[in-house]
């Protein structure tokens, strides 16, 4: 599963606790807000600095697709929005899922369950 716009990590701390199977990767691009991201006890996602319009998963991260991709709260912040959103069809396997802040809230709520 893959966080763009990650900021302190709080969705991927949610996911590594109630849904432990995950295999998670994150970035963000204010260095800042990873380093604090990576200070979070616990912090089990590998978390990269990129730009959400202009990224590689595979030198970041070693993996070319992901089975999924959150967005959360984080395309009203990205000024290019509609190109981040429309370059990451490609990273999601057949079948996977793209989750926005609405969606996100739904698919957290299933982590729990």
């Known amino acids: 599963m893959l966080e763009i716009a990650c900021g ?3 969705n991927l701390d949610h996911i590594a606790r109630h849904d432990p199977g ?3 990767y994150a970035l963000d691009i204010s260095r800042e807000i990873l380093r604090s991201a ?7 996602a590998a978390l990269a600095h990129g730009d959400a319009c202009d990224f590689d998963t595979d030198a970041l991260f070693g993996v070319a697709q992901s089975d999924g991709i959150i ?5 009203s912040l990205i000024p290019d929005w509609h190109r981040a959103l429309a370059a990451r069809h490609d990273l999601t396997l057949e079948f996977s899922h793209l989750h926005t802040s609405h969606a996100l809230h739904a698919f957290l709520g299933h982590c729990v369950a």
């Open 22 to 24: 995950w295999v998670l």
């Open 38 to 44: 990576r200070a979070k006890p616990g912090m089990c």
């Open 8 to 10: 302190t990590g709080r």
């Open 71 to 75: 967005l959360s709260c984080s395309l």
